[in-house]
């Protein structure tokens, strides 16, 4: 019985900059017009993140039949009993603050197995190296994939602070779908 887990992970995080094109104009400065002088952009997302996971398992038992008691077990006959699983997960995260109150977030998620073949995949026999060439080129193409999810989701944050009568309030308000 043999198992096998392996992850990588690459995470890029920033604090890109924020730009006003409208904070340097006069006429704005009203408290009642500040929301316009206000408007910002980033150009960048603030986040980006991947993580692959690989999970390989592998088990062969051998049954044995006696036929005479008092005699030597023998497992002439009787094929291996094989339980083979290999699965990789691939799993995308981007965070953009689109500007200080819209933030955009993705999530994506895959699960997939990679195909091995029939039979042995340990040994010299040629199904087993068959089963390794194919098991190589299905990991090499990320598996055949069984579940894959994905999360898009965009948070505002109501200007309520850039009122006079309503500074002291604040309130987000998010929307996400998911496939």
């Known amino acids: 019985s043999k198992a096998y887990t392996a992850a990588l992970a690459y995470v890029y995080q920033t604090t890109p900059k924020n730009y006003t094109p409208l904070a340097k104009i006069k006429l704005l400065d009203n408290p009642y017009l500040k929301i316009f002088q206000n408007l910002n952009f980033t150009p960048l997302p603030s986040r980006f993140s991947f993580r692959t996971d690989i999970d ?3 088990n062969e038992r051998f049954l044995q039949r006696v036929l005479v008691p008092g005699e030597v077990p ?3 006959g009787i094929a291996p009993v094989i339980q083979k699983s290999f699965y990789i997960s691939r799993i995308y995260d981007l965070k953009w ?10 999530t994506a998620t895959n699960r997939g197995v990679v195909d091995e ?3 042995r995949t340990i ?12 098991q190589q080129q299905n990991l090499l193409r990320g598996g055949r994939t069984v579940n894959f999810n994905q999360v898009a989701a965009l948070t505002y944050r109501l200007p309520l602070d850039k009122f006079p009568l309503t500074d002291w309030l604040s309130a987000d308000t998010r929307y996400a779908a998911t496939y």
């Open 56 to 58: 390989r398992r592998y």
């Open 74 to 76: 023998s497992t002439l």
């Open 97 to 106: 603050d689109l500007t200080k109150s819209l933030i955009f977030d993705y």
């Open 117 to 119: 073949g029939p039979g």
């Open 123 to 134: 040994g010299n026999s040629d199904q087993a190296i068959r089963n390794r060439s194919l």
